[in-house]
């Protein structure tokens, strides 16, 4: 008998070291595996033996559907971002400082973990906050993010992990990966830009110096905006409209309404008027001819006086008070 008393004294102390050594290097056996492969994979029992207590260390775990029959176009979304969370903290956090750990349990492994939680929708990340040390937490649920927002970034989600983590805790930051095809392409583009433009110089240059060009557009942008062309997109006004009488009204009555087709007249009124008094001051006095010139002095007068004399008769169809009037409208 004394030979088992012997046996049972020395076995004891490694018995308590195995009771032991679930909690003392449990992160570190969990922070091994995820330097090969970045957030762990986990199943119902390796979730329920990452989070039971007591633990000395935080974990994150993302709760997610990744397989295409569940619909969860979100779950998809994220997982790189997730990914890349996971990645950049352990390259960031080489000596587990932030004693954190980050975890991936899929709805097809963790079937029964869903059922427990009662979770109804996916992803969602859970937080699980130290029991026992320096930085445990009484409340021993977890911190949930509910991806209600819509997709997430990784510097995003970054932001909240760190508000669960002590102030004087590292947190490294995310590092995307250098996109290489993007540089190309925006270096591709620019250069072509360029070369197009060095091409293109001698037979654009001409066409934007010309000042008949620059006049043209300017003359029309003025027409468009004293028209009230804005007013329209901004009020989004009809463009005609019946009058009660089964026909048709083209000009709203009242100066603070129109139609999208009166503003059009009003436009093209302005244009006539424009273009005769161009043509009585720039091109009536070059006219050689004696009778010639003449003539088109009494057409464009005729057209200034007819089509200023319609502008105004517009202006009294809009108001009934307006009092002024000019033969033949």
Known sequence: MRWLQIL???????????????FGDRFN??????LSSGPLKLDDQAYAQLTKAPRDYSVAVLLTALETRFGCTLCREFQPEWELLGKSWLKGDKNAESRLLYGTLDFVDGKNTFQALMLQTAPILLFFHPTVGPNAKLDSQPAKFEFTGGPQSAEQIHKWVSRQLPADVPKPVVQRPINYIKIVSVTTAILGVITLFAVAAPYLVPILQNRN???????????????????????????VSGDGKGGISYFA???????????????AIYGVLSFA????????????????????VFLWSGVVLCMYSFLLSVFRMKNGGYTFWLPPF
């Open 8 to 22: 049972t004294a020395s076995v004891i102390p490694f018995t308590a070291l195995a009771a032991k050594k679930p």
């Open 277 to 296: 008094t161009i043509s009585l001051a720039l091109k009536v006095p070059r006219i050689a001819d004696p009778r010639a010139q003449q003539f088109a």
């Open 213 to 239: 060009l620059w006049a043209a557009f300017s003359l029309i942008a003025v027409l468009l905006f004293t028209s009230g062309h804005m007013f329209n997109h901004i009020r989004k006004v009809p463009y």
């Open 29 to 34: 056996d969990y922070r091994a595996k995820s």
């Open 253 to 267: 009555g009242g100066f603070s309404n129109q139609f999208g087709l009166e503003s059009q007249i009003v436009a």
